[in-house]
C-alpha cells in the first residue's frame, strides 16, 4: 500500500527489485525469481509429502494432492481425449504454477509474478511452441491444412487461411493477457480499497465509521481474487488442452 498527498500509487507494488543482498544484484534475482521458487518448492512438497503415506483413508494434505491430480487430468483427457494423457505432467505443471502463483501473491508482502507479462507471456510461448511442435510431429506438412477447413470453398482461400493464421498467432498473446489483466486488475483494486481504509480511517473517530465500507469492499475482493486465482489457472489449463486438442485431431 502506498499513498502520496491524496494520489495512490497501485503499481508501485509490481516494481522488480533485488533481493538476497548482493546475490540477487549481481545474478538479477527479483521477487518474482523469488516466489516463482517458493512456488515450485511449495507444488513439490504438496505433491510429494501428500502423497507419501498413500493411505487408503486421506488426510487433508493427500487428499488435496489427489483432488489436483485428478481434477487436470479429467481436464485435459477430457478436452484432447486418450491421446491427452501423455501431455498431462505438462498441463499438470502450468496449472498448478499459475494457481500458486496467484494465490502467494494474496498473501500480505508477497509477490505474485502471474502479475507480470514477461512471465504470463513465456509460459504462453512454451504451450504455443510445444502445441505446434506436437502437430509437426503427429501430422508433419499435412497440419498446415488446419489453416484451411476441410470443405471450406477454395475461392475463399485468400480470405481464410490469412485470418486463420493471424487467430493461431495470437494465441500466446491472449493467453497471457488474459492472466496479467486479471491479476494487475485484481491487486490494483486490493490496494485502493486498502488505501482508502487507512486514508479514511486516519480522519480521526468519524473516520473510523467512513472506513468500514472500504473495509467490507476489501474483504469481499479478497474472497473474489480467491476465485480469480483458481479460476485464471482452469482458463490458463483449459485453454492449453484446448489447444492441443486441436494439434492432435486438426479440427
Known amino acids: 500500500m502506498a499513498a502520496e498527498g491524496k494520489a495512490i500509487d497501485a503499481l508501485h507494488q509490481f516494481n522488480l527489485a533485488p533481493v538476497l543482498g548482493e546475490f540477487g544484484e549481481q545474478y538479477m534475482f527479483s521477487q518474482s525469481t523469488l516466489f516463482m521458487a517458493v512456488a515450485v518448492v511449495l507444488i513439490t512438497l504438496l505433491m510429494v509429502v501428500g502423497m507419501a503415506r498413500g493411505a487408503v483413508v486421506p488426510g487433508r494434505l493427500q487428499s488435496l494432492a489427489e483432488a489436483s ?81 476441410e470443405g471450406a470453398p477454395k475461392l475463399l482461400a485468400p480470405l481464410i487461411i490469412p485470418i486463420e493464421i493471424i487467430s493461431y498467432l495470437s494465441r500466446p498473446i491472449s493467453l497471457s493477457v488474459r492472466l496479467f489483466a486479471n491479476m494487475v486488475a485484481g491487486h490494483v483494486m486490493l490496494i485502493v480499497f486498502a488505501t482508502f481504509v487507512v486514508m479514511i480511517g486516519s ?26 486465482a483458481f479460476l485464471q489457472a482452469y482458463v490458463f489449463a483449459i485453454l492449453t488442452s484446448i489447444y492441443l486438442h486441436d494439434a492432435v485431431h486438426l479440427h
Open 69 to 149: 491430480y485428478e481434477f487436470v487430468h479429467e481436464l485435459v483427457v477430457g478436452q484432447v481425449g486418450d491421446e491427452g494423457k501423455k501431455f498431462f505432467p505438462f498441463v499438470f505443471c502450468l496449472f498448478m504454477f499459475v494457481l500458486f502463483g496467484n494465490l502467494l501473491g494474496l498473501i500480505p508482502y508477497a509477490f505474485t509474478f502471474t502479475s507480470h507479462i514477461a512471465v504470463t507471456f513465456a509460459l504462453a510461448a512454451l504451450v504455443f511452441v510445444l502445441v505446434t511442435i506436437v502437430g509437426l510431429v503427429i501430422h508433419g506438412t499435412h497440419f498446415f491444412s488446419y489453416f484451411f477447413p
Open 203 to 228: 480522519a480521526g473517530f468519524i473516520g473510523y465509521f467512513g472506513a468500514v465500507l472500504p473495509l467490507a469492499i476489501n474483504v469481499i475482493l479478497v474472497g473474489f481474487e480467491l476465485l480469480v
